[in-house]
């Protein structure tokens, strides 16, 4: 069976609720399917509206097996640079049979071409620990590592309760 990988799209949004569904242990599951998922497609709406997009992996058949998630971040501008943003990538999953056929990097690559045809100065990710191997493929380096000029440290981090 194909798999084909493009910008996801409204339409996609309860397959999307159901991956992400997927991608949480059955312990963090704070509510029942039914009502995750009408809240899933409420947000998701809103946030394809804004300052989100996805990406998917689809099936011949139409079913979502892989999806990755890009927030847009604007920042506050400076006097000739008006328009500076960054990307957060997050919520990266393909489903366990998928995975080591490269939908996971169609996905992330996805990604990468629109952040930068939005003038993205840079991505950042939090990766779990056996992601790091994949994202380092990619060319993502740690932050301590990028940020290493004399007025440009590596970010803090504030942990609210």
């Not at 990988?5 to 599951?29: K, N, S």
């Not at 500076?84 to 998928?98: D, E, H, L, M």
């Not at 939090?126 to 590592?145: D, H, I, L, N, Q």
Request: aromatic letters at 12%; a negative charge.
């Amino acid at each position: 069976m194909g798999v084909a990988v493009r910008v996801a799209e409204l339409r996609d949004a309860p397959e999307l609720a159901r991956l992400r569904w997927e991608f949480r242990p059955e312990d963090q599951h704070a509510q029942d399917f039914d009502g995750f998922s009408r809240d899933f497609e409420g947000w998701f709406a809103g946030a394809v509206a804004s300052e989100w997009m996805a990406a998917v992996a689809e099936c011949d058949d139409g079913e979502l097996v892989g999806c990755i998630f890009l927030r847009s971040v604007s920042k506050v501008p400076n006097p000739g640079a008006m328009h500076r943003r960054w990307g957060y990538v997050t919520n990266s999953y393909v489903a366990p049979t998928y995975r080591g056929k490269g939908v996971g990097r169609e996905l992330l690559d996805i990604l990468v071409q629109a952040a930068r045809a939005r003038d993205h100065e840079f991505l950042i990710v939090w990766p779990s620990e056996e992601a790091v191997s994949f994202y380092a493929r990619a060319g993502f380096r740690e932050v301590s590592k990028v940020h290493s000029g004399h007025d440009d440290y590596p970010p803090l981090e504030l942990r609210l309760p």
